[in-house]
C-alpha cells in the first residue's frame, strides 16, 4: 500500500509515471509491427493501403521501418521519464543536486570496500592524520585516548564525571562530511568571563549527548550521525583515567596537563585506576583492522596512555594487522626534549612490549631555517631520524617527505594518508602473493606425497 503514496497530489510523480507508460505502450506496438506484423489486425489494413504500391516485400519493408521508428519513439519517452523521476526524487532526498549524489554514492560504495584502519592516538596530530584517510576508505576507527584533565575538557570532566570530551570533538571533526559552517560551530569556544568562557561549543554537546542517552559510546554514535562521519570514533575507555609520569629523578607528576610543565625528563608513565575495561569496540577494531597506525601525537600523553588500558596493549601485539608508527617532526617541550625517532619506538615498546610496531613513517624532509629558529626559541626542534637504530630494533622504516608547507611545522593530511595507504595496499598484494605462494608449495607437497 506504500506505493499507492506516490499517487498523492502534489508529488510531481503521477505525469512522469503516465509518460513511461505511454513509452512502454509504444514500444509495444512497434515490436507487434516488427516481429508479428501479419497478425495486428487494423494496423495491419491501414499501413497495407497506405504503403502496398507494388509487392509484398514493399510492403514488409515499409511496416518493419514504421515498427522500428514507433520502438525508438517510445524509448526515447521512456527515457526522458525515467530522467524526470530521477530528478524530482534526488532534489528531494540531495537538495545540493547530482554532484553530491556522486558523492554519497562514492562514500557508500567505493570507500566502504577500502581496507580497514584502527588509529590509535589524541591531540591534533590523529585529527591531521584522519582528515586525509577519510578519503580513501571510511573503514576507520579513532580509538583516542581519555587522559585530558586540562581546559574545557578538564572542566567538564570535573563537574560531570565523563571522559574528556575534547580530543573525542576533534575526530569527529576531523571524519565529519558536513557543511564548514557546523564544523566552525563545534570548534568554537566561548569568549568572555562567564562560566561558559572557555568552553567548546562541541564539548558541551557531547556532554550534553551523555546525559540524554545515558552513555557516552551512544553520545558519540549519535553525534556521528549529526556531523555525517565517516567511520567510528571511540574512546579506549569509558571511564576517566589519570595519567601519572615518574620522572628519571623518581618523582611523580600527576596529570596530563602537568607534566610538559615538570621541566624533567619522564622516565615512564602509567594510568589510574590501573585497571580500567576497554571499549568493546575498540578491541574488535584492533582485531578486524588490516592496519593499526600509533599517532601522530603527543608521545607520553596521546598515545602511550590507550596502550595501558587493559587489554589494549595485548590486543595491538596479537593483531594480524600491520602495525605503523607514525614519528612526529618535531619534539614536544618537556615530554621529548632531545628525543630522536628511535627514542620515540622504544618509549612505545618499553610500555606496550615487542611485536607493538612493524614499521615506522619518519620525515626526512629539511624543515625551513626560519621555522626551525622560530621552534628553537620555544624549545622544539625537528626529530632525527636515525634509521640505522632504528632498524636495529627490528622496525622497518619507511622514509617520506611529509611536512605541510606552511606556517607550522606539522605533517600533510595529504601526503601523509597517501603514505600509510600505499604502504597498506602494498602490504596487503605482497600478502596476497605470499598465500598464493604457500597454496602452491601445499599442493606440489600434496601431490608429490600421492605421487
Request: charged residues 20%; neutral net charge; glycine residues 10%.
Amino acid at each position: 500500500m506504500h506505493f499507492l503514496k506516490w499517487l498523492y497530489p502534489g508529488m510531481k510523480f503521477k505525469r512522469w509515471l503516465l509518460l513511461f507508460s505511454a513509452g512502454v505502450i509504444l514500444v509495444s506496438l512497434g515490436l507487434a509491427i516488427v516481429f508479428n506484423y501479419k497478425y495486428i489486425g487494423v494496423v495491419e489494413e491501414a499501413i497495407f493501403r497506405l504503403f502496398y504500391l507494388t509487392t509484398g516485400n514493399y510492403y514488409y519493408a515499409v511496416t518493419t521501418v514504421a515498427g522500428i521508428t514507433i520502438v525508438v519513439l517510445g524509448i526515447g519517452i521512456m527515457l526522458a521519464a525515467t530522467q524526470q523521476i530521477i530528478k524530482s526524487v534526488i532534489s528531494v532526498l540531495v537538495p545540493e543536486g547530482s554532484d553530491k549524489l556522486v558523492e554519497i554514492i562514492f562514500e557508500k560504495r567505493k570507500l566502504n570496500r577500502g581496507p580497514a584502519i584502527a588509529v590509535i592516538g589524541g591531540g591534533t596530530g590523529l585529527s591531521v592524520l584522519l582528515r586525509g584517510i577519510k578519503s580513501i576508505t571510511s573503514n576507520i576507527t579513532a580509538i583516542v585516548t581519555v587522559g585530558d584533565d586540562g581546559g574545557s575538557s578538564g572542566r567538564l570532566r570535573k563537574d560531570f564525571g565523563i571522559i574528556p570530551p575534547g580530543d573525542l570533538r576533534n575526530c569527529l571533526v576531523a571524519l565529519a562530511d558536513t557543511e564548514p559552517l557546523m564544523e566552525k560551530l563545534f570548534q568554537h569556544r566561548f569568549g568572555g568571563s562567564g562560566e561558559l568562557a572557555g568552553h567548546s561549543f562541541g564539548n558541551l554537546f557531547i556532554a550534553a549527548m551523555t546525559e540524554i542517552v545515558g552513555d557516552v559510546e551512544l553520545a558519540l554514535k549519535e553525534s556521528s550521525k549529526v556531523l555525517a562521519v565517516r567511520g567510528q570514533v571511540l574512546p579506549s575507555s569509558t571511564e576517566p583515567i589519570l595519567l601519572v609520569a615518574e620522572m628519571t629523578d623518581g618523582t611523580l607528576v600527576h596529570g596530563e596537563s602537568q607534566i610538559p610543565l615538570s621541566g624533567k625528563k619522564i622516565k615512564k608513565v602509567s594510568i589510574s585506576p590501573e585497571n580500567v575495561m576497554p571499549v568493546k569496540g575498540a578491541i574488535e577494531a584492533i582485531r578486524e583492522a588490516d592496519a593499526c597506525i600509533l599517532g601522530p601525537g603527543s608521545l607520553y600523553t596521546s598515545v602511550i596512555p590507550n596502550l595501558l588500558v587493559n587489554g589494549v596493549g595485548d590486543m595491538l601485539r596479537e593483531s594480524d594487522a600491520v602495525k605503523i608508527y607514525i614519528c612526529n617532526v618535531m619534539t614536544q617541550p618537556g615530554e621529548t626534549d632531545g628525543y630522536s625517532a628511535s627514542d620515540h619506538i622504544k618509549a612505545i615498546i618499553d610500555h606496550a612490549g615487542p611485536g607493538c610496531i612493524d614499521m615506522v613513517v619518519v620525515n626526512v624532509q629539511e624543515v625551513a631555517p626560519e621555522l626551525r629558529e622560530f621552534y628553537a626559541q620555544r624549545g622544539a626542534h625537528p626529530v632525527v631520524p636515525d634509521i640505522d637504530i632504528i632498524e636495529a630494533l627490528g622496525v622497518k622504516v619507511v622514509k617520506a617527505n611529509l611536512i605541510s608547507e606552511t606556517n607550522l611545522v606539522r605533517h600533510d593530511p595529504a601526503r601523509l594518508s597517501r603514505t600509510i595507504m600505499s604502504m597498506v595496499y602494498d602490504l596487503k598484494i605482497n600478502s596476497d602473493r605470499m598465500r598464493l605462494l604457500d597454496y602452491y608449495i601445499m599442493a606440489e607437497s600434496i601431490k608429490k606425497l600421492k605421487d
